[in-house]
């Protein structure tokens, strides 16, 4: 299956499938035929999937390899430079491609590595996480963090393919696929009615395709939810698609896309990116997101069932440790979303459809973080 992201002369394909991984040497070689490339990825994927990276680099003359140390808080400017020194020392040049083969941090990264080498280059996006898949892979968003907040060091590069093969997902830990889905569970609240009804008709279907052990013993290639979830991952690329065709570089309606994330981008920056994934502390974020549309008035109290019902079985993880209220709160101030020392949200106002809302005030953001977060003193 292949969407396409529409962007006039920048428009690229995004490739769906399952067992499709051997194919993209063949769509590269045609795609870019003669250009030398190089190879993104992390220590933890380069493990897995060492016969397939030498495999894919064999039949594209032998590229080389750079492999970025695992995990978010490694999103640095560091670890980012050293991509940039990796490809100067390969001498790769203006028509060189990079492939980013690896989660939402690899993509990221290798991304933003693309953006500035040689002023811009072309990168191909092959995600092997499910949050990657659903989301991070397609838009261009392309960034590393800061100590001071999330994905401040950046910019806008979109890939010139995505190529998705589900199989890769066999290998993925549970907790890892549990936080992709909290991105692709977030489509359910701005992708209207008909992806509110399909993320709640399908939630536990998707959700049981989690390895038990992080290993292939469980591979949701095997699973009955294996068609729900390919569904999933095409219906949240295209909300996305459509989203970022109307607005690529966030001046407006690319804004929702954002949902739940202004309170887990405060969680993470808390507990200094590490001890919670972003899809997890998405979770958070959308619980707190869709109380804080309760307790604002934004959603009417006629659709709350509703809410409650899809968000019921929310599979939350426990935080590293004991939140401050304060502590999180404050950490809001220095997200990207914060515009002139105003909190902007995402909150839901009917199913399937949210809105931006800002000059919420204090007391009623304190109220919630401190009701929902009490819940993880429960888990």
Same mark, same amino acid.
């Not at 064999?58 to 490694?74: I, S, W």
């Given at each position: 299956?292949?969407?396409? @992201?529409?962007?006039?002369?920048?428009?690229?394909?995004?490739?769906?499938?399952?067992?499709?991984?051997?194919?993209?040497?063949?769509?590269?070689?045609?795609?870019?035929?003669?250009?030398?490339?190089?190879?993104?990825?992390?220590?933890?994927?380069?493990?897995?999937?060492?016969?397939?990276?030498?495999?894919?680099?064999?039949?594209?003359?032998?590229?080389?390899?750079?492999?970025?140390?695992?995990?978010?808080?490694?999103?640095?400017?560091?670890?980012?430079?050293?991509?940039?020194?990796?490809?100067?020392?390969?001498?790769?040049?203006?028509?060189?491609?990079?492939?980013?083969?690896?989660?939402?941090?690899?993509?990221?990264?290798?991304?933003?590595?693309?953006?500035?080498?040689?002023?811009?280059?072309?990168?191909?996006?092959?995600?092997?996480?499910?949050?990657?898949? @659903?989301?991070?892979?397609?838009?261009?968003?392309?960034?590393?963090?800061?100590?001071?907040?999330?994905?401040?060091?950046?910019?806008?590069?979109?890939?010139?393919?995505?190529?998705?093969?589900?199989?890769?997902?066999?290998?993925?830990?549970?907790?890892?696929?549990?936080?992709?889905?909290?991105?692709?569970?977030?489509?359910?609240?701005?992708?209207?009615?008909?992806?509110?009804?399909?993320?709640?008709?399908?939630?536990?279907?998707?959700?049981?395709?989690?390895?038990?052990?992080?290993?292939?013993?469980?591979?949701?290639?095997?699973?009955?939810?294996?068609?729900?979830?390919?569904?999933?991952?095409?219906?949240?690329?295209?909300?996305?698609?459509?989203? @970022?065709?109307?607005?690529?570089?966030?001046?407006?309606?690319?804004?929702?896309?954002?949902?739940?994330?202004?309170?887990?981008?405060?969680?993470?920056?808390?507990?200094?990116?590490?001890?919670?994934?972003?899809?997890?502390?998405?979770?958070?974020?959308?619980?707190?997101?869709?109380?804080?549309?309760?307790?604002?008035?934004?959603?009417?109290?006629?659709?709350?069932?509703?809410?409650?019902?899809?968000?019921?079985?929310?599979?939350?993880?426990?935080?590293?440790?004991?939140?401050?209220?304060?502590?999180?709160?404050?950490?809001?101030?220095?997200?990207?979303?914060?515009?002139?020392?105003?909190?902007?949200?995402?909150?839901?106002?009917?199913?399937?459809?949210?809105?931006?809302?800002?000059?919420?005030?204090?007391?009623?953001?304190?109220?919630?973080?401190?009701?929902?977060?009490?819940?993880?003193?429960?888990?």
């Amino acid at each position: 299956m292949q969407l396409t @992201v529409d962007l006039g002369d920048r428009s690229y394909p995004v490739n769906i499938g399952r067992g499709t991984a051997a194919e993209f040497p063949s769509y590269y070689k045609e795609r870019f035929a003669g250009r030398r490339c190089a190879v993104v990825t992390n220590t933890t994927v380069a493990s897995i999937y060492s016969s397939y990276i030498g495999a894919l680099t064999g039949e594209l003359g032998g590229c080389p390899v750079h492999e970025l140390p695992d995990g978010e808080k490694y999103k640095t400017v560091t670890v980012w430079s050293a991509i940039l020194d990796a490809l100067i020392s390969a001498r790769l040049d203006r028509n060189s491609v990079v492939i980013a083969l690896g989660g939402g941090v690899v993509g990221d990264m290798a991304g933003f590595a693309a953006a500035c080498f040689m002023r811009g280059i072309d990168y191909v996006q092959i995600p092997t996480t499910l949050l990657a898949m @659903v989301d991070s892979s397609v838009g261009g968003k392309t960034a590393v963090d800061h100590p001071h907040g999330k994905n401040l060091i950046g910019a806008f590069h979109q890939p010139s393919a995505v190529w998705i093969d589900a199989d890769f997902l066999k290998t993925l830990p549970r907790r890892e696929f549990i936080a992709g889905y909290a991105e692709a569970f977030k489509y359910a609240f701005l992708g209207g009615n008909d992806m509110f009804t399909f993320v709640r008709d399908n939630r536990d279907a998707i959700l049981r395709m989690a390895a038990p052990r992080g290993d292939a013993s469980c591979p949701p290639a095997a699973s009955a939810g294996s068609g729900q979830l390919l569904e999933c991952i095409e219906r949240g690329i295209r909300i996305k698609a459509g989203i @970022v065709r109307q607005d690529e570089r966030e001046s407006g309606k690319r804004a929702l896309l954002n949902f739940g994330h202004t309170f887990a981008h405060a969680l993470e920056r808390f507990y200094g990116f590490e001890g919670l994934l972003h899809g997890e502390a998405v979770l958070w974020g959308m619980v707190c997101a869709s109380e804080l549309a309760k307790t604002c008035g934004f959603l009417h109290e006629r659709y709350w069932p509703q809410f409650d019902e899809i968000l019921a079985g929310l599979p939350l993880p426990p935080l590293p440790s004991t939140p401050d209220i304060n502590g999180i709160y404050a950490a809001m101030f220095t997200d990207k979303k914060a515009e002139s020392g105003v909190l902007r949200f995402i909150l839901p106002t009917a199913p399937g459809e949210s809105a931006v809302v800002g000059g919420v005030g204090e007391e009623k953001i304190l109220q919630v973080l401190e009701k929902k977060l009490a819940l993880c003193l429960s888990l």
